[in-house]
Nanobody, 126 residues
């Protein structure tokens, strides 16, 4: 069982930055890939960024490439999402999720993830 706790959300002006943190209850390095998703009301969770089990590979949605950076500090059991050049359309609840390695794993589909945090609200004002 892995518990995930997000923090770092808040209100920021367009063009500003935030850093989200996802603290895990145990060691995830080598065992779990971790990703960030957002979810608008009434819609499915959408992929934002993911970092692989080893931390050697990262993946991003086209809408955030060049603006967001995902990283992991395995000594602190924490995954970060640095969000720069924020836009009003980035406003949403952001969730982190952990996925154990499986045959056919897809890091960009929310249905493959095993554990989820409670979410943190990000609001970008224009």
């Amino acid at each position: 069982q892995v518990q995930l706790v997000e923090s770092g959300g808040g209100l920021v002006q367009s063009g500003g930055s935030l850093r989200l943190s996802c603290a895990t209850s145990g060691r995830t390095a080598g065992y779990y890939a971790v990703a960030w998703f957002f979810q608008a009301p009434g819609k499915e969770r959408e992929f934002v960024a993911a970092i692989s089990w080893s931390g050697g590979s990262t993946y991003y949605a086209d809408s955030v490439k060049g603006r967001f950076t995902i990283s992991r500090d395995d000594a602190k059991n924490t995954v970060y999402l640095q969000m720069n050049s924020l836009k009003p359309e980035d406003t949403d609840v952001y969730y982190c999720a952990a996925q154990a390695k499986k045959i056919g794993s897809n890091l960009q589909l929310y249905v493959w993830y095993d554990y989820w945090g409670q979410g943190t609200q990000v609001t970008v004002s224009s």
